[in-house]
């Protein structure tokens, strides 16, 4: 064991002895030096990994087969993959777009690439040509690795590239498989400095095109040591994280957190989500710590929780703010609380209710240790209590991104004024406690009271027949702006008059007077392709809907009579 892997374990160790005690954590933290040469697959996985018979990854299809790789199993096939690789052309620096579900290959070929000291560019498979031209130009692709059923997409991506594919691909395509009939000897670490690049990811583009956001050899994968602590995984644990690959999160939780805790990487496989398969998968196998965004907490407890919670220790949110009322059932159901977290693909987990630490309801929690996170007031540039959060950058954490890669008007922006400003707003209480308010551009006044989308949409998704919620301003004549709710009913309510005068009831009864939720449309809702809701879109119909007349679909309060007694 090297000297940097002693470096990595103690910061690791230390936060996992210090896992319920989140004082002593904050106060005893920082972040390891690794002098001039870091790479986490080399220094840590494959150190943790060789020899190790031990579950590193367990996937289970819809089918009910399964297959299961050890730690050692991936550090030997990343090895060959690696020296595969290699072979047909990638190096050092290289940008290696991999666009892969859920499979071996994907650990495989993350780990390969890394210790290659190359550049994971991970993508969704959901995208079309149009994107993956994008994705290629901007990303500076020289290779990219994808499914057969995939590389037809790519026949009129131009570009001059190297081709790899998972399968029976065209001609001029190199078979990924035949990596696994090479005799390697284990890979030598490539020399990677720390501040060399290792991930660029894209955005999902809430309201913009998407950024391409780079991290380094250390932001990602020394920066998770935060989320690892948060998470609470032990070695041994069955960690389980609902997540799509080709984005941020599938890194932080099916990839760096579990294998930084030397846990076992949990993957069901499904076509269409089940709650009812999904938590039957969780008994069988002994789950232990459980990660999944508020939309499927959602679904799981409008299931049948009655059977328990198996082997759950730990039960995790992120990606969106999580409802108190998601937590108040899942509590009830199975004595166990929801930890939500905050953190963007710029900046690994920064917030966050943590092991040992009460958890108050709609609070996102207290930021992460060696992360030194500022509300700041935009008007005056100064701390607040209530205001965007940012990241103090005299103090600026190993998770924070290097930056928006080609964009130096959007990085002046983003680190403008010594912090590296989030987008989001919160406020905090007396206990230092972080409470999401929104995204700075959602976030909007009404009758001069400002309105938090998000505490609107936490009431409303309280009443049964919301499934989904999403609140923008509407203009208003008297007003300015007021209040309105595109919901996406759940199964068995029809979009009725009858239904949206139960809503708007429930929300009267259950909001402040300037809260009030003043139109109802039902509708699907708007989201960029990771899954989370595009209110740019809906404040956009807003606006059109205003220049040529009411929708027809809309409902209005005033036209309820009895909202009234």
């Known amino acids: 064991m090297t000297s ?119 993508t969704t498979t959901a995208l079309g040509p ?108 069955v960690h389980l994280n609902i997540s799509s690959p080709g984005w941020a999160k599938h890194a932080w ?19 269409k989500f089940d709650p009812a398969a999904l938590l039957a998968q969780i008994r069988r196998v002994g789950v232990n710590t459980f990660c999944a965004p508020p939309t499927v907490w959602r679904m799981l407890i409008k299931a049948d929780l009655s059977g328990g919670p198996g082997q759950l220790r730990q039960l995790l949110s992120a990606g969106e703010p999580l409802n108190p009322e998601v937590m108040e059932q899942v509590q009830k159901a199975w004595g166990l609380t929801i930890r939500d977290g905050f953190g963007q693909t710029e900046l690994p987990l920064a917030i966050g209710n943590v092991p040992g630490m009460p958890v108050k309801p709609g609070s996102m929690g207290l930021p992460l240790p060696g992360v030194p996170i500022v509300l700041v007031d935009p008007l005056t540039g100064k701390p607040a209590d209530e ?23 959007r990085n002046a922006e983003a680190m403008a004024g010594g912090y590296y400003h989030t987008g989001d707003v919160a406020s905090r209480d007396e206990d230092g406690y972080i409470f999401y308010i929104g995204r700075t551009d959602d976030v909007f006044k009404a ?12 009431v409303l998704i309280e009443h049964p027949a919301v499934a989904e919620a999403a609140v923008v301003p509407a203009p208003d004549e008297l007003r300015l702006a007021v209040p309105k709710a595109y919901i996406a009913l759940a199964a068995g309510y029809e979009p009725s008059e009858q ?7 429930h929300a009267r009864e259950n909001l402040a007077p300037y809260q009030r939720v003043r139109r109802l449309e039902f509708s699907e809702l708007p989201k960029t392709i990771s899954g ?11 606006e059109q809907a205003a220049k040529g007349g009411t929708p027809v679909a809309e409902y209005r309060d005033d036209q309820f009579p009895d909202l009234r007694r």
């Open 130 to 237: 149009a994107e993956l031209v994008d994705r290629i130009e901007r990303g500076g692709a020289r290779h990219v690795l994808v499914n057969a059923a995939d590389t037809g997409k790519f026949e009129d991506v131009p570009g001059s590239y190297g081709r790899f594919v998972v399968g029976d691909g065209p001609h001029g395509w190199v078979a990924y498989r035949d990596a696994y009939a090479l005799d390697v000897p284990p890979a030598q670490h490539p020399g990677t400095a720390p501040s060399d690049p290792q991930l660029l990811y894209f955005t999902s583009g809430t309201t913009s095109r998407p950024k391409l956001v780079e991290h380094t050899q250390v932001s990602y994968p020394v920066g998770h040591l935060a989320t690892s602590f948060w998470a609470a995984a032990e070695p041994g644990d």
């Open 532 to 542: 989370k809701i595009r209110r740019v879109d809906l404040r956009g119909r807003e």
């Open 447 to 458: 009758s001069d009271y400002k309105i938090s989308p998000f505490e609107l949409e936490s």
């Open 499 to 505: 239904t949206a005068f139960e809503i708007l009831k």
């Open 387 to 409: 205001g965007e959060i940012c990241v103090d950058l005299s103090r600026r954490p190993m998770s924070l991104m290097t930056g928006y890669q080609g964009d130096p008007e």
């Open 4 to 122: 940097t892997t002693e470096t990595y374990r103690a910061a690791r160790d230390l936060l996992q002895d210090l896992s319920t005690d989140y004082t002593k954590a904050v106060a005893q933290f920082s972040w390891p030096d690794f002098g001039d040469r870091f790479n986490w697959a080399i220094d840590w996985f494959d150190a943790v990994a060789r020899g190790v018979e031990r579950t590193a990854l367990w996937i289970v299809e819809e089918d009910g087969s399964e297959a299961r790789y050890s730690f050692d199993d991936m550090a030997r096939r990343s090895d060959q993959a690696a020296a595969h690789l290699a072979a047909h052309g990638v190096r050092r620096g290289d940008r290696v777009l991999l666009m892969l579900h859920n499979q071996v290959e994907l650990w495989e070929s993350m780990l390969a690439v890394m210790k290659l000291g190359a550049v994971i560019l991970p």
């Open 253 to 271: 939780s099916c990839f760096f957190a579990p294998w930084i805790a030397e846990a076992t990487i949990f993957i069901y496989n499904y076509s």
